[in-house]
């Protein structure tokens, strides 16, 4: 077990950590203009990256899962509570097409790594497969993969350290692009522009991130029937995801449309998102008067950002990884690059190109945060929704790949 100054099941320490870290992310985030330059985001990313690789945090933690398992949920349909439900179907139209196209993107940049880099590299057609099939959707995809190729547990346990580091590096790219004059000289940016029409003149004290969340009055009530209302979301959708998924058949021996059916229906954050936007638009009186969620759910996801960043181990990957990161590189920048090319020749928003990437790359989750992060708040719900198709297309693109890469 490598040593650290917290260890993995110092639970109240780390929780700490984690709380406080992301608290102090948002505070200097709103208190100068330089971190709100930078985002909040990538200060608790990289503050986070900065503590596991001075050895003060464990890279692994049970705390970290239940981030994931637990937070991330709750914060989705907190986010989702004040979504306009007309702007969710008019964006979702435009997100769908460019995240196909990242997908595209995805699928080029591990065949040309894997054409690269199969001498060198043991096991390549397996771990291409796996990272082509979780640059579409997500960790979900990679673990469906690699269960299907069953590469060994070393190369597996690489490909994940590799895929945390240039996760790290693409996210912070997502998060600077948008402040970069070429690409706002390029692209259209119609929602960044929307959030920077309220900015105050250069010598106002004051930062976006500050504006954006200025104080609100918020009740007890309000508090209690966002958590509430989340967590029974939350329950009711998982519960509905195990239920069909023990209901609907699925193996070698069934139907195309009944294993279509199994992935769609069995898939817990797009059943969640899918209840949230139903009760939305069945009680809407009832979301319009609550306050906080916004800022309830904003906080879960910022704890989330450190997560994020900290797996990434810049020892480990020198000692196990170094081609492995050149090629999960390869992949990241082919999905970004191919989004920025056909984006441009579709005169495709900026931010619909940088979302759909990070959706295809991190999954729905880290799109939805980024949104979140820049103040893009009609396409959070979007961008939820788009996200999890790759969760549905992410295995057959995998499948597929693997099956040709080992031809070779």
Not at 99 to 122: E, M, N, Q, R, W
Not at 168 to 192: D, G, N, Q, W
Not at 271 to 294: D, E, R
């Amino acid at each position: 077990m490598i040593f650290t100054i917290i260890q993995a099941d110092d639970t109240w320490a780390l929780w700490g950590i984690l709380a406080i870290w992301a608290s102090v992310s948002i505070f200097l985030e709103q208190k100068y203009k330089w971190a709100s330059f930078l985002s909040g985001a990538i200060i608790a990313l990289a503050g986070a990256l900065i503590l596991s690789n001075l050895k003060i945090i464990p890279t692994e933690s049970p705390v970290y899962d239940a981030v994931w398992a637990y937070l991330v949920p709750l914060a989705i349909p907190l986010l989702l509570f004040q979504v306009n439900m007309k702007e969710l179907f008019q964006e979702s139209r435009k997100l769908l097409f460019i995240f196909l196209i990242c997908a595209v993107g995805t699928v080029i940049g591990s065949t040309v790594g894997f054409l690269l880099l199969k001498d060198y590299i043991p096991e390549l057609a397996k771990i291409a497969a796996a990272i082509g099939a979780s640059y579409v959707g997500g960790g979900v995809n990679f673990a469906t993969v690699t269960a299907k190729f069953e590469p060994s547990s070393q190369m597996v346990s690489a490909t994940v350290v590799a895929d945390n580091m240039v996760m790290a590096l693409l996210f912070a790219v997502y998060m600077f692009v948008p402040s970069m004059k070429f690409f706002r000289k390029h692209f259209k940016t119609p929602h960044i522009q929307e959030v920077e029409a309220g900015q105050y003149g250069e010598n106002d004290r004051h930062t976006l991130a500050e504006k954006y969340w200025a104080k609100k009055e918020i009740s007890l009530k309000d508090v209690a029937a966002s958590i509430g209302t989340s967590f029974f979301l939350v329950v009711a959708s998982f519960k509905l995801a195990e239920w069909f998924g023990t209901i609907i058949p699925t193996g070698p021996n069934v139907s195309v449309v009944q294993t279509l059916l199994h992935t769609i229906l069995s898939e817990k954050y797009l059943l969640l998102s899918t209840l949230t936007f139903l009760v939305i638009y069945l009680f809407p009186s009832y979301f319009k008067n609550i306050s906080g969620s916004q800022e309830i759910g904003t906080y879960f996801i910022y704890i989330f950002f450190v997560v994020i960043g900290v797996p990434a181990s810049i020892p480990l990957i020198v000692e196990k990884a170094p081609l492995l990161i050149l090629f999960v590189l390869i992949v990241g920048m082919s999905n970004l690059i191919v989004g920025l090319l056909l984006g441009k020749v579709f005169k495709i928003d900026l931010e619909h190109i940088l979302l759909a990437s990070n959706a295809t790359v991190g999954g729905p989750t880290t799109a939805s945060a980024m949104a979140i992060a820049k103040g893009w708040g009609s396409l959070v719900g979007p961008i939820l929704v788009v996200g999890t198709l790759g969760y549905i297309i992410g295995n057959y693109i995998g499948f597929a790949l693997g099956y040709w890469y080992l031809t070779f």
